[in-house]
């Protein structure tokens, strides 16, 4: 498999950098960054509390901590593309959730977006899967569906054995996660873009 890639972007106009982490080897994303402010532990925390408020709907049904140091709440987001099997294509769509884990000290706060599920399944059990070789991804198939124990078993087995059948199979799910990676890339940056926005307006008034 392909090493550990850790992509920086620099915000422009912005103090700091985003960091979106993609393990390639363990198949998860996740953004983590320490941020430098010019403001209190005490205005951080009051902001980041509007903040959240206004993000995300039920924000006191969906977050887990929130005191002096810590808040911890949970978010989702939607991606997709196109995604084709057996001759078809169809538009597939995916939601994906995550924890935001939120910690403040003076003039400096932590923001790490992690723990992202798949319509209700861990993330990296799909993840990995795109960042698999064509024979890594046949013999890992292999091995799930050996373990399997339902219907169908000894079909998908018999389609992996077939070379011109698994290498479609493969090309098309590499496709789709090629379009799906960078989206959720995108997502996470938004998220950490809209944080650091919110605590820098120093007018405290929210944005037209």
């Keep these: 498999m392909r090493k550990i890639l850790i992509l920086t972007f620099l915000l422009i106009g912005f103090i700091g950098k985003t960091q979106v982490v993609i393990d390639s080897i363990n198949g998860n994303i996740y953004l983590d960054r320490v941020q430098k402010i010019e403001l209190n532990k005490k205005e951080l925390k009051e902001k980041t509390n509007r903040w959240v408020a206004k993000t995300y709907n039920n924000s006191n049904y969906v977050t887990r901590i929130n005191n002096n140091d810590n808040i911890l709440t949970k978010g989702s987001f939607n991606i997709g593309a196109d995604f084709t099997a057996y001759g078809t294509t169809v538009y597939s769509e995916r939601k994906?959730?995550?924890?935001?884990?939120?910690?403040?000290?003076?003039?400096?706060?932590?923001?790490?977006?992690?723990?992202?599920?798949?319509?209700?399944?861990?993330?990296?059990?799909?993840?990995?899967?795109?960042?698999?070789?064509?024979?890594?991804?046949?013999?890992?198939?292999?091995?799930?569906?050996?373990?399997?124990?339902?219907?169908?078993?000894?079909?998908?087995?018999?389609?992996?054995?077939?070379?011109?059948?698994?290498?479609?199979?493969?090309?098309?799910?590499?496709?789709?996660?090629?379009?799906?990676?960078?989206?959720?890339?995108?997502?996470?940056?938004?998220?950490?873009?809209?944080?650091?926005?919110?605590?820098?307006?120093k007018d405290n008034k929210d944005d037209w």
């Design 96 to 201: 994906v959730e995550y924890t935001l884990d939120l910690k403040f000290k003076e003039g400096r706060y932590r923001i790490e977006i992690s723990d992202l599920i798949f319509n209700g399944t861990d993330a990296s059990l799909s993840l990995i899967v795109y960042f698999m070789s064509y024979e890594e991804s046949k013999t890992y198939s292999l091995k799930v569906m050996e373990e399997y124990d339902g219907i169908g078993k000894k079909a998908a087995i018999k389609r992996i054995n077939n070379d011109k059948k698994f290498r479609k199979d493969y090309e098309s799910q590499q496709n789709y996660g090629k379009k799906i990676i960078p989206q959720i890339i995108k997502k996470l940056e938004q998220i950490d873009l809209s944080l650091l926005k919110f605590l820098k307006n």
